[in-house]
């Protein structure tokens, strides 16, 4: 259920809040978005927050500049105490070393938070499911409610994706999973079907709550956004995906798609992102010599902005899988906050019913280049239709997904566990 109003005073100042997360600015994914954001608002409301984070490497595993990878480091980030630990670098690609990656963190995190004093809650955000491990673990150490926050289902997506299939692992981490929700005081998803994944769990339902993601809309001011100069997309009808390179979004259609189009002069098509199908993604643009699409490497939060406020069309594209039934996409509201209307290549899924409720969309089966190529140009030959969907988008994300609405819904959520 998505929460409205639960009427609970509190004085914010007598609370601390602890929030265990495996990225976080400057690295740019919605995760760290989404916490950094979150954080930044309930500093304005007085409230203390402290963050136990990695030193910043995603996707690459190389330190960003100007860090060093040591054992405790602390620094504050508009009003936000946050402590890196040592990590573990290693690219976003690859399980075995990405769950040491994951562990490693934990362990960290779990050491480190005897340094945290007064806490009043504690907080940890998947996807990495040994982050909500840790901040469970931490909880029980400082006898502090736990709350866990939900953003993907783990185990289950790389369950469902069939990257581990070993009968006895998987049967040992639904264990962990199961206990994992217990410890919680409530859980937080970003999507209704998660909760309804949980509450098949046997957790409660009246304690899951659905805050979904949204946009500072601060950050979504169209004059102030600097162009970004490629001469490809000059005088082009832009379509645009932005976002993670991964097997669930299945990619190789919108390349497909982009072949079927090259007849058309003035469309071209622009992919942003990293992710571990980078390299499949760009070996296959090579093998179709496409000449209408440009790939693009993960850009600062800015110029994301300002690429999607150049484009005409937003694209969310995910394969045919039961795990995409219960994501939302981060990027969704990025592409609304700018006045784009959005193509979902998703079928029936929660942010593309969404998109046809709100009007600010159109919707089609997955993993159809034809279907994806027909509704591209239904948007491209109708003006009207992407002014009004395009204004649609807006209106919704203001009134409903607005992040500032999103933090304080949580807040209150927060502050009615530790009265």
Not at 211 to 240: Q, R, Y
Not at 340 to 355: N, Q, W, Y
Not at 395 to 415: G, P, S, W
Request: net charge positive; aromatic share 10%; proline share 4%.
């Amino acid at each position: 259920m998505i929460i409205s109003n639960l009427n609970v005073k509190t004085n914010p100042t007598e609370k601390h809040i602890l929030f265990l997360t495996h990225y976080f600015p400057p690295e740019v994914n919605a995760p760290a978005s989404r916490t950094y954001e979150h954080a930044s608002l309930w500093v304005k409301n007085g409230v203390r927050v402290t963050v136990i984070t990695n030193n910043p490497n995603h996707p690459h595993g190389k330190l960003f500049e100007g860090y060093r990878n040591q054992f405790f480091q602390r620094e504050s980030v508009n009003g936000i105490s946050v402590i890196r630990v040592k990590t573990f670098l290693t690219p976003n690609a690859g399980i075995v070393k990405r769950t040491l990656n994951h562990i490693f963190y934990a362990i960290m995190s779990i050491g480190v938070s005897f340094r945290v004093k007064k806490v009043d809650i504690v907080i940890a955000t998947s996807p990495q499911f040994f982050c909500g491990v840790a901040g469970a673990i931490i909880g029980k150490l400082k006898r502090k409610p736990f709350v866990l926050e939900i953003r993907d289902l783990w185990p289950e997506a790389i369950i469902n994706l069939r990257i581990l299939t070993n009968k006895l692992l998987i049967s040992i981490l639904r264990g962990i999973e199961k206990w994992m929700y217990s410890s919680s005081k409530v859980i937080i998803t970003t999507s209704d079907p998660q909760r309804d994944y949980i509450t098949a769990t046997g957790y409660s339902n009246e304690q899951i709550f659905t805050i979904p993601n949204g946009v500072d809309l601060e950050l979504f001011d169209v004059e102030s956004l600097s162009k970004i100069n490629l001469e490809a997309l000059n005088g082009k009808f832009l379509i645009t995906y932005a976002g993670t390179f991964g097997i669930v979004q299945g990619l190789d259609v919108l390349l497909e798609t982009s072949k079927l189009m090259e007849s058309y002069d003035d469309i071209h098509f622009l992919l942003i992102g990293d992710g571990e199908e980078r390299k499949n993604i760009i070996n296959k643009y090579h093998q179709l010599n496409t000449k209408n699409l440009t790939i693009l490497p993960l850009q600062t939060k800015e110029k994301i902005v300002g690429l999607i406020a150049q484009s005409d069309i937003g694209i969310v594209i995910r394969r045919n899988l039961p795990i995409s039934k219960t994501m939302i996409s981060a990027k969704m509201f990025e592409y609304l906050a700018m006045k784009k209307p959005v193509i979902f290549s998703t079928g029936d899924v929660e942010d593309a019913r969404l998109a046809e409720k709100y009007d600010f969309g159109l919707v089609i089966d997955p993993e159809d280049p034809y279907k994806l190529k027909d509704a591209i140009l239904k948007l491209y030959h109708d003006d009207s239709l992407r002014k009004r969907m395009g204004e649609n988008g807006l209106k919704t994300v203001k009134q409903i997904y607005n992040r500032k609405i999103m933090a304080e819904k949580m807040l209150k959520i927060i502050f009615s566990i530790t009265k």
